[in-house]
């Protein structure tokens, strides 16, 4: 017996969706009026070289997209992050796999990532600052030292977290060990490995300007400390609030998407 499509079922469900992802955007928008309003009732009462109001940060913000060297700057900044974010994952990823799947390893080598957990961005870029000086390298090995661990202690959770019975039922099929990592450990570790990419990414951007503010000519974080060196705190705000939308831009418009995108399956279980 043929069976018709369903139609009017599936009327309820999108429209419940919608009204969440309306009521979601209703709260970000009020809790972005609620900042400007704030921004604006304490720029009343305080100096603009300490706190420029909204419009003298906008007419700023325009001055800079004018000037020769705003999209370089941007462009560089974003270079330099993706450069040293994309290091961290080819090499956090295949080590957090093979210390999750080996507890020996792991356990043995656990000192070592508790170690580059509690060294500062600021002490990474003074030792890049010596080894590579003023260069792209100082700012890119900063952002992999900072992003690396985070992307290999999430991966290696998930490894851990991989069923020893599939394991062991790969092996009694004579799978190679390259098989079984990727069949069954890469399968099972993605959605930590996303988890652990989202966080090191926006790291990498925050510890990007201090590596550029010390070991660096040109990017978003020299020219807030050549703003800052020279009293233009509404430039400071403006270069702040392009680094802060960019930021949103890529975690909500890119990795969200993108990360709900490739496990829309869970939400089917």
Request: hydrophobic residues 50%; positive net charge; glycine residues 8%.
């Amino acid at each position: 017996m043929a069976t018709l499509p369903s139609t009017g079922s599936d009327f309820p469900a999108q429209t419940s969706r919608w009204a969440k992802i309306m009521s979601l955007a209703l709260q970000r928008l009020s809790l972005l009026v609620v900042f400007l309003l704030l921004w604006w009732l304490a720029s009343q009462r305080m100096p603009a070289f300490i706190l420029p109001g909204i419009g003298k940060t906008w007419a700023a913000l325009l001055d800079l997209i004018k000037s020769g060297t705003f999209s370089e700057d941007l462009g560089i900044t974003f270079y330099r992050v993706v450069a040293g974010f994309t290091l961290a994952a080819i090499v956090g990823t295949p080590l957090g796999i093979v210390l999750g799947s080996n507890r020996r390893v792991g356990t043995y080598c656990e000192p070592v990532l508790s170690v580059l957990n509690t060294v500062s961005a600021a002490i990474w870029a003074i030792f890049a600052l010596i080894w590579f000086g003023i260069s792209n390298g100082t700012t890119i090995f900063v952002v992999f030292m900072e992003a690396m661990p985070l992307i290999l202690t999430n991966v290696w959770q998930g490894a851990q977290s991989v069923n020893a019975e599939y394991v062991e039922l790969a092996r009694s099929f004579q799978m190679s060990r390259a098989k079984v990592m990727r069949k069954i450990y890469l399968p099972t570790v993605l959605p930590y490995f996303f988890s652990g990419a989202r966080l090191a990414f926006g790291f990498g951007w925050r510890v990007s300007l201090v590596a550029e503010t010390i070991g660096s000519s040109n990017g978003i974080g020299y020219r807030l400390r050549q703003a800052a060196d020279l009293v233009q705190t509404d430039q400071v705000f403006a270069w702040t609030l392009t680094l802060v939308a960019l930021m949103v831009l890529l975690e909500y418009g890119i990795l969200k998407p993108l990360e709900n995108y490739l496990f829309r399956w869970k939400r089917r279980i």
